[in-house]
């Protein structure tokens, strides 16, 4: 069984930054694509940034410029970086993974982490 857990959230001012991170464990010898989502009180979730297994990225463009999606496919593991964060930015985040290899299987579901909350206020 794949679990996400992700860490780095937290308060910070606006103009400021976080690092969040999410590790990906079980018995997975790849991953294609994963990413981060988010959802502010009273709205959907959607999407922020994701990453391919061939590092092809896909940003919102209320981010872009701001936030950085990276991995690091040995550990299994996605970040976001997220520099001059907005108050509008405050929202649960999510780890996002899809297309999940093993050694003799192939799983096409969606898994996600649990969230971290990221607020951005004075």
């Known amino acids: 069984q794949v679990q996400l857990v992700e860490s780095g959230g937290g308060l910070v001012q606006p103009g400021g930054s976080l690092r969040l991170s999410c590790a990906a464990s079980g018995s997975i010898s790849g991953i294609n694509v994963m990413g981060w989502y988010r959802q502010a009180p009273e709205s959907q979730r959607e999407l922020v940034a994701v990453?391919?297994?061939?590092?092809?990225?896909n940003y919102a463009d209320s981010v872009k410029g701001r936030f950085t999606v990276s991995r690091d496919y040995a550990k299994n593991t996605v970040f976001l970086q997220m520099n001059s964060l907005k108050p509008e930015d405050t929202a649960i985040y999510y780890c996002?993974?899809?297309?999940?290899?093993?050694?003799?299987?192939?799983?096409?579901?969606?898994?996600w982490g649990q969230g971290t909350q990221g607020t951005v206020s004075l």
């Open positions: 996002h993974a899809a297309g999940i290899w093993s050694e003799h299987t192939f799983d096409n579901g969606d898994y």
């Open positions: 990453m391919s297994r061939v590092s092809t990225t």
